[in-house]
């Protein structure tokens, strides 16, 4: 096989204020070091794998999914402060192993987070099939309780491991990266493959790209931690070996042992997860079309012929009804009719329940079909606005409905439809908080221990909206201060390195998924401390997933002016309807 070797213990920047590479630097590199497949394992989530997947793929790359599991000492559902915490390195083998990561990984925000998102043992045994197990780092529980003197201890879990994965999927994973503490426990996982016939291989728990970037991951941390760089006492990495190393580096490391790194190419020629994206495609939840109807395109015809009857009493005026059968032929052989009939129930719901609607917004105001529906509120054809700028023949991409409602009731309308499709079938959209200019500036100068006003001063003079690059060329004070010192240099230095990555994580303002089952066999979830469940895949990655994705904006404007209209129905006019005020009317 020649000196390959495939990194299968990698952190990105998905390893949040941890792992200090982006992912498209980190297959850049990987290219260039000449190897051919990559693992991510990114600290307890599956956040990043769309993005490494598409762009592995770009890149020539195979993409190896992983995750770095946490795993409680007992049960997930025991909270145990002084717990010993331990990592598990964990691999899809196929498209089974790769639904049991999505499951696993949900399991441990909804059930298992208590300080980190954990699992347990008897929820490993469970959905252990398809999966490649790597005994860890040195927070493994082997290698913990290798450190710890309990060499039986460590031989039990080993054992325990085995029957939970099985000996050909389960493999003692040898470090070597600078830590007195790596000598001692691969001397013992050596002796324990040998007396247990295991197998063994090496990784390097990659954070980073180069030995110099350990000052980019140290700072992240000291971010993370709300610490100073110079703080005896802080958390830190002690060492710098944790980086992309090279085929030949790893084999100068560990050639005296050449099954360990052999078999990372056993494994990565085993690990096959294939995933469809395919943004142009929506996979929609089942919407129950009434008896007397087709399908779909029937129903939607119907409700869509009879709200234009309505609103021309009776009577649709032949433009109208070219424009309509227009529209409809569209949506029906690009495969839509089903989403609209989902905005349509939606509406309608919030409609009965005296919520708020917006008028409606963007190219979706463009469709008379939405107009029938009573989605939208304004005559396209009135107002010559057009159809194709909302949903394409000739260019074929998801249609995209942004919908206003009352910001105080836009909750009762989530929770209809978790009702109507099911509990887990519906989540919020998790987004990343990245860090900027400004605030990169404002943080990194905090950890190098400048004065809080000499920060803001800098961070004052870079332009709304600019990158520093930018910054830089366009305001000559702050492209004279790295010059001004070794400190300010270190300072634009290290920010320039880390803007742009994320720091922290949030929730869509608007954005809901439904998805056809259960979400999690589509995306993995995750549960913020406020309790709020969202996908662990962001907007992007959602829909190269194709799943549906809705936008209902909660806007404080609609629940002011719904107040207005109740004021002025009790002080003047019971039968007042903001609809009845004219386009054209002076005083308003």
């Not at 990987?30 to 599956?46: I, P, R, S, V, Y």
């Not at 690990?271 to 943004?279: F, G, I, M, Q, T």
């Not at 439904?514 to 662990?536: F, M, R, V």
């Not at 994705?549 to 004021?567: A, C, F, Q």
Request: glycine share 6%; with cysteine.
């Amino acid at each position: 096989m020649g000196k390959e070797y495939v990194h299968l213990h990698v952190h990105s920047e998905y390893s949040i204020l941890d792992g200090a590479v982006k992912i498209p630097d980190l297959l850049k590199h990987t290219k260039e070091k000449g190897m051919n497949a990559l693992a991510l394992t990114d600290h307890g989530n599956l956040f990043g794998v769309i993005e490494f997947y598409k762009t592995a793929l770009k890149y020539g790359i195979k993409p190896i999914i992983g995750m770095e599991a946490y795993i409680a000492e007992n049960s997930l559902e025991e909270k145990n402060p002084n717990e010993n915490l331990s990592h598990l390195t964990l691999i899809a083998e196929n498209e089974k192993g790769y639904k049991n990561l999505l499951y696993l990984s949900t399991v441990s925000y909804l059930k298992g987070f208590y300080y980190k998102p954990r699992i347990d043992k008897e929820l490993l045994r469970k959905n252990s099939e398809g999966l490649i197990a790597l005994s860890g780092c040195l927070k493994g529980e082997i290698p913990q309780k290798i450190l710890r003197g309990d060499e039986e201890g460590a031989k039990k879990a080993l054992l325990e491991f085995l029957d939970i994965f099985g000996k050909e999927n389960f493999y003692l994973e040898l470090q070597e990266i600078g830590l007195e503490e790596n000598i001692i426990v691969n001397k013992k996982l050596l002796e324990f493959a040998a007396q247990f016939n295991v197998n063994i291989v090496a990784t390097n728990d990659v954070h980073f790209l180069t030995p110099q970037d350990h000052l980019l991951q140290d700072v992240l941390i000291c971010i993370q931690t709300g610490k100073k760089l110079d703080d005896e006492k802080r958390l830190r990495i002690r060492t710098n070996k944790i980086y992309l190393r090279s085929p030949a580096e790893m084999w100068e490391i560990f050639g005296e042992v050449e099954e360990a790194l052999t078999n990372t190419l056993v494994i990565a020629e085993r690990a096959n997860v294939k995933l469809e994206l395919d943004p142009t495609r929506v996979h929609l939840p089942k919407f129950e079309i009434p008896e007397g109807y087709r399908d779909a395109d029937d129903f939607l015809r119907q409700l869509a012929v009879e709200g234009l009857k309505r609103k021309f009493n009776g009577k649709i005026p032949e433009e109208y009804e070219r424009r309509l059968d227009y529209e409809l032929q569209v949506m029906k052989e690009m495969g839509f009719s089903g989403y609209f009939l989902i905005i349509w129930d939606l509406v309608r719901e919030a409609r009965r329940r005296g919520i708020p609607v917006g008028p409606g917004r963007g190219s979706a105001v463009g469709s008379l079909v939405l107009y029938a529906l009573d989605v939208t509120e304004i005559d396209p054809i009135r107002y010559n606005l057009i159809f194709e700028r909302f949903l394409n023949p000739e260019r074929i991409s998801p249609p995209d409905v942004d919908m206003d409602f009352s910001d105080i009731k836009r909750e009762q309308l989530i929770e209809y439809l978790r009702n109507k499709y099911g509990e887990e079938s519906v989540a919020q959209i998790i987004t990343f908080g990245r860090v900027m200019a400004k605030g990169v500036i404002r943080d990194v100068a905090r950890v190098l221990g400048f004065p809080y006003k000499e920060a803001d001063r800098i961070a004052k003079l870079i332009p709304n909206g600019a990158d520093l690059g930018e910054a830089m060329e366009q305001v000559p004070e702050l492209r004279a201060l790295p010059a001004k010192g070794k400190k300010y240099k270190m300072l634009f230095d290290i920010s320039r390195r880390i803007e742009g990555q994320i720091r922290n994580i949030s929730t869509h303002a608007a954005g809901l998924v439904i998805a056809p089952g259960k979400i999690y066999e589509h995306a993995p979830l995750y549960k913020s401390t406020d309790g709020t469940i969202s996908t662990q895949f962001d907007m992007k990655s959602l829909e190269e997933l194709g799943l549906l994705k809705i936008d209902l904006l909660g806007l404080r404007t609609l629940t002011i002016i719904d107040w207005t209209v109740e004021e002025v129905r009790r002080r003047h006019d019971p039968d007042f309807r903001i609809e009845d005020i004219p386009l054209d009317d002076q005083l308003t």
